[in-house]
């Protein structure tokens, strides 16, 4: 690999643990679209900022976009509080707004200057490499990794220091509040995060990946664990997998590197949908299908254990009257009179099924149940 | 020991005429509520009729547009670590991602402050609390793996852990299977003979009598509050809840209560 390459995975992987963190928090949340619209609107606060200071490095417009994230949700809550816009709606008007502005700004006013929507929606990682952080003529690495360093810090310590915080405002913003934690505040402090974190992120990914790497490594190790410390873990380690193996196909297609990085978050939760051991549908399945064979084995020997001895047994014991009873169709009746042969039991004499002991046990069990 | 309690404080909790509205709608009228200190008090009344706004109200929660309440005589927010809250179970998410036992911890976050961790003895109080409930054997159990009335019992347990000197209970009976029920029976009497202070929102009238020494009657206005055997009589149920209340357990030396079905 060559080093601009190494660069390149550097970037992609500090940018998906970064946004993995706040990520989990929005998914617990259930405040997953906000990310969207903070991603996207976010760039009205870099605009806005670049025509006060009109430097494009200066660190003043991560500030400015923090403060239009901000904004974008406290103007999505004050629509919704008049009760008459639900909050996805209120999204779903403000996001727009707020970006349409950023885009006529950009495009009547700052024509001449590296700033277009393309590169917001889409980023250009692969020039990551090329805009590098040298100061006193000593090159450091790409200017992207030293941001996205720096912003990752800021959430590993931020999540670290107000873990518990963090916690019970999500589970219980009313007990957070009688305890004194002001919700509001941890709520706004955590959205402060998401802006920081989605405009530093996206001048190298672009907002689409920002969301994917938000979102989805955090809804995949949602599945897979249900301890918060791991959720949050495995999210940062999804995220980083999926920047790895999305750089990998890009290069595999010879495609946008962002778009593929995002692909691949899209492969890794069907993935994890599919197969999580627990909660995953193929487990799932599995498990509806076992439920289901063992429920119809013990129907059948309850079945046997009621009439066992009585005057009716010689004819309710007989294999072909289960279909009939039990309303099984054929072959089903034969594959669980066949299975609780084979379990030892009941055995089948003069075409009569008969419990074995054991089976009389397991139908005594089945029925208190 | 008892600083919290200023001299010559009767109650407990005291608000003084509440009123509180949700978009012009009045959710709370002009309402006293005075609970003294150490006894079990029931709010009952029709559903809408303010009763988890008046507990919010007095954890400081909603703002009232009138009135105030006072903790021992003082504003909530310089008595808040006596006051534990119970809030209905259904007000949060129990497919969050975490155990028995951290649930109950939440309670020890009051009294740790900003930053500061819970550590082990955090972690052995709330193992006592959930012994306190039954729930020892759930400490690590997924939060929705619980029953209903787990669930419950780890929401009372967290207020133990807060070791405070006034409950706040939403319907903590609401849902429960038959031991949830016995066991907050049991524990209310406990925190009553420790000379702590509860209120509970409380739906099921037949109860009212057997669990609680003092009622609230509340629709709106506060239609009546003192001990059960005054004030939970037909008329003053009537009153409440608009018509006739059949089929109520109760005692009391005003009209006698119509038991007929």
């Known amino acids: 690999m060559t080093s601009a390459q190494v660069d390149v995975l550097l970037v992609a992987v500090v940018v998906a643990a970064a946004c993995a963190i706040p990520g989990t928090f929005l998914v617990l949340r259930r405040m997953a679209m906000m990310s969207d619209a903070i991603s996207h609107t976010v760039l009205l606060g870099i605009v806005l900022a670049f025509f006060i200071v009109a430097d494009l490095n200066s660190p003043i417009l991560i500030l400015g976009a923090a403060l239009v994230g901000l904004l974008t949700v406290v103007l999505v809550e004050a629509l919704s509080r008049t009760g008459l816009v639900r909050e996805d709606t209120a999204i779903g008007l403000v996001f727009p707004a707020l970006f349409s502005i950023a885009v006529i700004l950009i495009s009547s006013l700052a024509g001449n200057v590296h700033l277009d929507s393309d590169a917001v929606l889409l980023g250009e990682i692969a020039f990551a490499p090329f805009n590098r952080f040298a100061p006193f003529g000593v090159d450091l690495g790409p200017i992207a990794l030293w941001v996205m360093g720096a912003i990752l810090l800021l959430n590993l310590a931020g999540t670290a220091l107000f873990f518990k915080e963090l916690k019970l405002a999500t589970f219980d913003p009313a007990l957070a509040a009688a305890l004194g934690f002001s919700p509001a505040l941890i709520h706004y402090g955590l959205m402060a995060v998401v802006s920081v974190t989605a405009v530093g992120a996206f001048d190298a990914v672009g907002s689409i990946l920002v969301v ?7 809804a995949a190790a949602y599945l897979l664990t249900d301890r918060l410390p791991r959720m949050l873990g495995l999210s940062v380690v999804i995220g980083a997998a999926s920047a790895v193996g999305g750089y990998w196909l890009a290069r595999l297609l010879d495609a946008n590197i962002a778009g593929s990085m995002a692909t691949a978050v899209g492969i890794a939760f069907i993935l994890v949908l599919l197969l999580a051991p627990q909660r995953g549908l193929v487990a799932t399945a599995r498990r509806h299908r076992h439920q289901r064979w063992t429920f119809a084995r013990q129907m059948l020997l309850i079945h046997l254990a009621t009439h066992e001895g009585t005057p009716s047994e010689a004819d309710e014991s007989r294999p072909d009257h289960m279909q009939r009873h039990m309303r099984w169709p054929p072959d089903f009746s034969d594959r669980v009179i066949q299975t609780a042969t084979d379990h030892g039991l009941i055995v089948l004499k003069n075409n009569q099924l008969h419990l074995t002991p054991q089976g009389r046990t397991e139908a005594r069990a089945a029925a208190v149940r | 020991m008892t600083a919290w309690l200023r001299t010559g404080d009767p109650f407990a909790v005291q608000a003084t005429d509440l009123t509180l509205a949700y978009q012009q709608r ?11 200190q150490g006894v079990l008090m029931a709010i009952v009344g029709p559903n809408g009729a303010g009763k988890t706004t008046l507990l919010r ?28 809250y119970v809030p209905q179970r259904g007000s949060v998410d129990w497919d969050f991602p ?4 951290d649930i109950v911890t939440m309670g020890t976050y009051g009294g740790l402050g900003w930053v500061k961790r819970p550590g082990a003895a955090e972690r052995s109080r709330a193992t006592a609390a959930l012994a306190q409930v039954g729930m020892q054997a759930y400490a690590d159990r997924q939060i929705s793996q619980l029953s209903g009335g787990q669930q419950q019992r780890v929401f009372l347990a967290r207020a133990l852990v807060q070791d405070a000197q006034i409950y706040l209970m939403d319907e903590p009976f609401q849902g429960v ?42 629709n709106v206005r506060r239609i009546a509050a003192g001990p059960v055997e005054k004030v939970f009589t037909e008329e003053n149920l009537r009153l409440t809840y608009g018509g006739r209340v059949a089929g109520i357990g109760g005692r009391g030396n005003g009209t006698p209560l119509d038991m007929s079905p």
Do not use: C, N, S
């Open chain 2, 26 to 36: 009045p959710v709370l009228w002009d309402v006293d509520l005075e609970v003294p």
């Open chain 1, 212 to 218: 994917a790497l938000m979102i989805g490594p955090p």
């Open chain 2, 177 to 218: 299977d038959a031991t949830t029920e016995r066991a907050i029976v049991d524990l209310l009497r406990a925190l009553r003979a420790d000379g702590k202070t509860v209120v509970a929102v409380h739906h099921d009238l037949q109860t009212v009598a057997e669990y609680f020494d003092q009622v609230t009657l509340l």
């Open chain 2, 98 to 101: 975490t155990t028995a036992l």
């Open chain 2, 57 to 84: 109200t007095a954890l400081g929660l909603l703002r009232p547009a009138a009135g105030e309440v006072r903790i021992f005589g003082r504003p909530y927010a310089e008595q808040r670590r006596l006051v534990a």
